[in-house]
């Protein structure tokens, strides 16, 4: 069982950018690939980026290469997801994610578990 927390979402201008962390429960963190998916009001649950257990593997939405990056402390048991150049399409209730297997990241389905989420608003 690995229980997953976000945090560092909140209120931001457009042109900003924010950090956020996701720490995960358990003995096996590195073990698992982890993803960022974020959902916006009325919108389908989007892929934004993932990681390789290693942390020598990322993957990323063709919208967000070059503002956002994914990565992780094994040590610490976190991921980070660093979003800059932020404009108010970004916002939404961004959730991390841990799976076992790299094939087939960007879908949500295979996620063996999420967190709860947490809400960036970027202001224009």
């Known amino acids: 069982q690995v229980q997953l927390v976000e945090s560092g979402g909140g209120l931001v201008q457009a042109g900003g950018s924010l950090r956020l962390s996701c720490a995960a429960s358990?003995?096996?963190?590195?073990?698992?690939?982890m993803g960022w998916f974020r959902q916006a009001p009325g919108k389908e649950r989007e892929f934004v980026a993932a990681?390789?257990?290693?942390?020598?593997?990322?993957y990323y939405a063709d919208s967000k290469k070059g503002r956002f990056t994914i990565s992780r402390d094994n040590s610490m048991n976190t991921v980070h997801l660093q979003m800059n150049s932020l404009k108010p399409e970004d916002t939404a209730v961004y959730v991390c994610?841990?799976?076992?297997?790299?094939?087939?990241?960007?879908?949500?389905?295979?996620?063996?578990?999420w967190g709860q989420g947490t809400q960036v608003t970027v202001s224009s």
């Open positions: 358990g003995r096996t963190f590195s073990s698992y690939v």
């Open positions: 990681i390789s257990g290693s942390g020598g593997l990322t």
């Open positions: 994610a841990a799976r076992r297997t790299i094939v087939g990241v960007a879908a949500p389905r295979g996620y063996d578990y």
